[in-house]
């Protein structure tokens, strides 16, 4: 049975998620960036929000939780170790923890760096994630909480699944990301297509995401610290992994 995906817009460059479930008529929002968007959404496609998937605790993506429980009686997904900050939180999930959204399987990951316990959704069946502000298109989060080495082990569980996972993360980045991903990586070819079609999408107001993990590996810098062309531009050939993409990290923070 199929799984339903509405995507949309919500505040300046958030998306906003819902994702449904035929069978059992379940309806899941990803995190509740604006609840009245949400409200909107639900009413376009008349599905009734059964549950709410937050991804971390950052207020464009709780901010909704309250006010979509009370009136839709949802139960609140978060991570444990977020539970004193997720407003309404019924349900704490673990790292790796496995469950059902109707018939579709759920294995959450945690992803710690932009945010201590900050989790994705990756629905194994599908080969589809929602990776939250973890990982962008050509970008990754900002580490507000976390080390770079955890953002980078972060990272790596999401390159670990499979090449054709469909990755939907929280915000519509690319365009900006792909100036940054250029500076330091000018030759990949597959960048360059990317940027290509990202600028061709994004005149048009058209949305960039979902990505996927083999388009990911292919440009996202983030992702590429083992790139020649990478190590040669910021002078660390050879060097290990974690550096480089600790490097990139503070590259960016400061591009
Ligand atoms: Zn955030
Ligand atoms: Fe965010």
Known sequence: MALEIFQFPCL??????????????????????????????LDQKGWQLTHIFNTHHHSDHVDGNLE??????????GSKRDQDRIPGIDICISDNEEFLFGEHRIIVQETSGHTIGHIVYHLVDQQIA????????????????????QMWGSLQKIMQWPDDTKLYCSHEYTQSNSV???????????????????????AQGLATIPTTVRLEKATNPFLRPDSQEIQQNLKMLGKPSNQIFAKIRELKDSF
Do not use: W
């Open 12 to 41: 300046d460059d958030n998306y906003g998620y819902l994702i449904h479930d035929n069978l059992l008529d379940q309806t899941a929002t990803i995190d509740t960036p604006d609840a009245d968007a949400i409200t909107l959404a």
């Open 68 to 77: 979509l429980k009370d009136k839709a009686n949802c139960k609140v997904v």
């Open 130 to 149: 929602f990776v939250g502000d973890t990982l962008f298109s050509l970008g990754c989060g900002r580490i507000f909480e976390g080390s770079p080495d």
């Open 180 to 202: 940054f991903a250029l500076s330091i990586e000018p030759e990949n070819k597959q960048l360059q297509e990317r940027v290509v079609e990202v600028n061709h999408l994004r």
